[in-house]
């Protein structure tokens, strides 16, 4: 898609209205040892050009980007130019430099060589028509920048120069530009907005149908992604679903498994248990035996303990090989 060329810019014709709150007029500044008269000169034609309020600054800041910046910050403005007086000889040289505030960007940098006897009355004309293009002639270069980088594919780059383009000079060609880089970008919102401010401010544009299309289009591309937002964020509930029970079964799983080496422990600690017991048994079945008393005719009563022996020994042993078995078993 051919990107539209921004009448107004290209023939140089449009101007900016400036108020008093627009615009900060700095200087004149000039070096120590100016001639008093001159410097008179110059204030009388700042204010016969009447752009906005005017404030005293130094030789050092009229040349410094920063300070221009920050003292335009302090009165409020939107614009800060500074004025200076940089050479006196036949022809006097006046240095111009205009500041974007909000953005801290030069816009331009000029200077001028009047006669001194001319001055109050050229200079005038001089500092409005600088007011007046160089913020035109910035937004040209800043255009071209970003028309070059949109050729070669490089939208997020090519959509910051045409946005700081339209904060200097906000024609509305430039939102035509911006509009393209946003739905080639896929940020079909913005796209639309910037597409429908271009037609509000151009309500009769030559490509008003060509417009109208690509915000049909962006807004389908929405819908569509609107559509596919919903399937994935489905998508996303049945997979946080499938893994809450896959991870229920899993603790179910881990649960079982416990239980069951519980059993196995339990069936390892018993069978061992009977063996011991069993043969601990076995051991005082026979201790029994042995150590019974017998009647051997001396005396009238006596406690034979063999038989309780012979069934301790007897139950001992049927007790470690149920024991045994087990182990065998399992």
Not at 36 to 58: D, P, Q, S, Y
Not at 69 to 76: L, P, R, S
Not at 159 to 174: D, G, M, N, S, V
């Amino acid at each position: 898609m051919r990107l539209l060329l921004a009448i107004l810019i290209a023939s140089g014709m449009a101007t900016v209205a400036y108020g008093d709150s627009d615009l900060v007029v700095l200087g004149p500044a000039a070096s120590e040892g100016t001639r008093r008269e001159l410097i008179g000169h110059v204030e009388r034609a700042l204010v016969r050009a009447a752009l906005g309020k005017r404030t005293e600054i130094g030789p050092s800041c009229a040349i410094d980007i920063a300070c221009i910046q920050a003292t335009g910050a302090q009165h409020g403005a939107r614009r800060a130019l500074s004025v200076s007086i940089v050479r006196v000889g036949k022809d006097v040289t006046i240095a111009l430099v205009l500041v974007d505030v909000p953005t801290n960007e030069q816009l331009g940098k000029r200077e001028h060589a009047l006669p001194a006897r001319k001055v109050e009355r050229e200079l005038a004309p001089l500092l409005r028509k600088f007011v007046d293009e160089a913020p035109i002639e910035r937004a040209k270069a800043l255009f071209a920048q970003g028309n070059q980088h949109y050729n070669l594919g490089e939208l997020a780059q090519a959509l910051e120069l045409y946005k700081r383009a339209y904060q200097i000079t906000p024609l509305a060609e430039f939102l035509f530009n911006i509009a393209q880089c946003h739905r080639k970008l896929g940020q079909h919102q913005d796209a639309i907005t910037m597409y429908q401010s271009y037609l509000v401010k151009i309500p009769d544009a030559a490509n008003k149908a060509l417009v109208e299309d690509l915000i049909a289009e962006s807004k389908a591309a929405l819908e569509a992604g609107d559509r596919r937002q919903i399937e994935r964020l489905a998508a996303e509930r049945a997979r946080a679903e499938e893994l809450r029970k896959a991870r229920e079964a899993e603790a179910l799983a881990a649960k079982e498994r416990r239980r069951t080496e519980q059993v196995k422990s339990k069936r390892r600690v018993f069978p061992w248990l009977a063996i011991g017991i069993g043969a601990a048994a076995i051991i005082g079945g026979g201790l029994l035996y042995v150590t019974s008393e017998t009647d051997d005719g001396s005396q009238p009563t006596y406690r034979d303990a063999r038989p309780a022996g012979i069934g301790v020994a007897i139950g001992g042993g049927v007790l470690a090989g149920t024991g045994v078995l087990w182990v065998a078993r399992f």
